[in-house]
């Protein structure tokens, strides 16, 4: 996946990548990396915090890793891939609501300077707030960012199509008005949208936001 986007920037285009777990992070941003030669911005939009390594996770699963991995932190074999150490700034990262993640994941954020904007301060000082802030911080590095959205950050009752859904998530209104003003940065560099799960969506609900998401945030002339 590394390979393929990497592939894919070197020839002008714009990286759309969908997939199921979260684990695919690891190959889309590193190969963004490669690129860019130097870490760069993420906004990483998920009910989780995937911040977990192998000493620290409670099931040993790779979907819970991902982020770590993407901040120099993990299994071996999965660092490195697009640069030599981090992939991604941690000073340009921000978690945008999440609100099921174990003290682990929290402790090694907040030690590497990632900025976490959960969803009790979602709801307090209101989305568009929360994503102005998220904004200015990824949109600032200087390599530029990406945006990873992971369904399960989304309401399940108006995204059932996720493997790992919890409940009181974002509207899908408020996440497409993200999109929108995030294809407006001119730094955007790829995007991508994970966890989609078709045996769990219900009358294609999920499918069809997954597709109004895409057409938000595509560049023009890209569409």
Do not use: T
């Given at each position: 996946l590394a390979d393929e986007v990497a592939l894919t920037l070197r020839a002008d285009e714009f990286p759309v990548v969908i997939g199921g777990d979260h684990s695919i992070a690891i190959g889309t941003w590193s190969g963004v990396a490669r690129v860019l030669g130097e870490p760069f911005g993420l906004l990483w939009i998920d009910a989780h915090l995937d911040s977990h390594t192998p000493e620290t996770s409670y099931s040993g699963a790779v979907h819970g890793m991902p982020l770590a991995c993407l901040l120099g932190r993990g299994d071996k074999r999965l660092l490195n891939i697009g640069l030599n150490g981090p992939?991604?700034?941690?000073?340009h990262t921000v978690i945008l609501g999440?609100?099921?993640y174990e003290p682990e994941e929290i402790e090694f954020l907040q030690r590497m300077g990632v900025r976490i904007i959960d969803s009790e301060e979602v709801q307090q000082r209101g989305f568009a707030t929360c994503?102005?802030?998220?904004?200015?911080i990824v949109a600032s590095a200087p390599a530029g960012f990406g945006v990873t959205l992971d369904l399960d950050a989304i309401d399940p009752r108006l995204a059932p199509g996720v493997g790992s859904p919890e409940p009181d998530g974002l509207v899908s209104y408020d996440v497409l008005t993200a999109m929108h003003w995030l294809a407006t940065q001119s730094g955007l560099k790829a995007l991508e949208i994970v966890e989609y799960n078709p045996d769990r969506d219900r009358h294609g609900v999920t499918a069809a936001l997954i597709s109004d998401l895409i057409e938000q945030i595509l560049p023009a002339g890209k569409k």
């Open positions: 992939q991604v700034s941690a000073a999440p609100r099921s994503l102005d802030e998220a904004i200015a």
